[in-house]
């Protein structure tokens, strides 16, 4: 059986105030200042005996200054019936000891108030360590909140953020951008015969030959699921349509091995603008989704440019 360590403990008291002297605790060392002296030393605790109240703050001062902020359990010895009892500076104190008490409950109480306090460090310290963790790894943590893991894609939560800002800027200096809203076509069959682990690869490969085809200043997006927005600064519905005939081609001629033979799919676009299609960024988004569900009834696979015919559309895309 391993011996357990004691605690060391100071205890200052004056000689004819200190009433501790007596003490005898098995598992604690004590080590007595009858002058109020406090050794340039370690300790775990240190209990307090003063004559007076004023004694006591000189102590307590001393004490914190002398911490250099790694906190210490300090208590105070004294009957409960001592006026001291009745004024503890709490802030400064972690409890109090009655010398009447039996040798095992000082003991333990000594013992409690160290471990308290060890448990505030320790608290203290995974704190420092996530805050460093977190500061050094900042622009992963941004990384992390602004990308789908899947695809490296921007998500929809930074889709939201980009498309305000753009909006407001277009808003005021009077200039344009266009949306590409794209859904793929066939993307719950490959994963109901192939898996999802196929459907990923997929998705990768669908958001690899955005990123390729795009301009530098687009911006392109996994909305969700198997749906894809690119955002044109500056552009315009025959720009975007230019675009979204690319991306059809391409994403049409894009094949995943899997065991036995290869899995495609197909895309379908829908394209709206501003200010052409509405005067806010949510009725811009929204003309382009009807586009989809318009190209989606035509038969998949194709690029459909909003117009206001299309205001009215309820139409349920086929799966």
Known sequence: MIAKSKHRVLVLGSSDASVTQHWQLPHISLCRSTEGNIPNE???????????????????QTISEMANHDPVPTLLCVNNQDPLALCLPGRHLDGYIDPSWPMALIEAYIESAFHRVLAGKNVVEIQKVLLSEAHGNLDQLHQLAAHDDLTQLYNRRQFERIIAKEHARCERYERTYALLFLDLDGLKAVNTQYGHIVGGQVLVAVGNTIALHTRGSDTAFRFGGDE???????????????????LCEAIRLLSIEVPGGQVSVTAS??????????PDANGVVHAADLAVYEAKARGKNQVVIYDNSLASTTVDPPP
Do not use: C, R
Request: proline letters at 6%; hydrophobic letters at 45%; charged letters at 20%.
């Open 269 to 278: 676009i829908g394209i709206a603008a501003y200010p052409d299609d509405h």
């Open 42 to 60: 370690t300790f775990d605790a240190i209990i307090v005996s003063p004559p007076d109240q004023k004694t006591l703050e000189h102590w307590l």
């Open 228 to 246: 894809f927005v690119i955002l044109m600064v500056e552009g315009n519905k025959k720009g975007a349509t230019y675009l979204a005939n690319i």
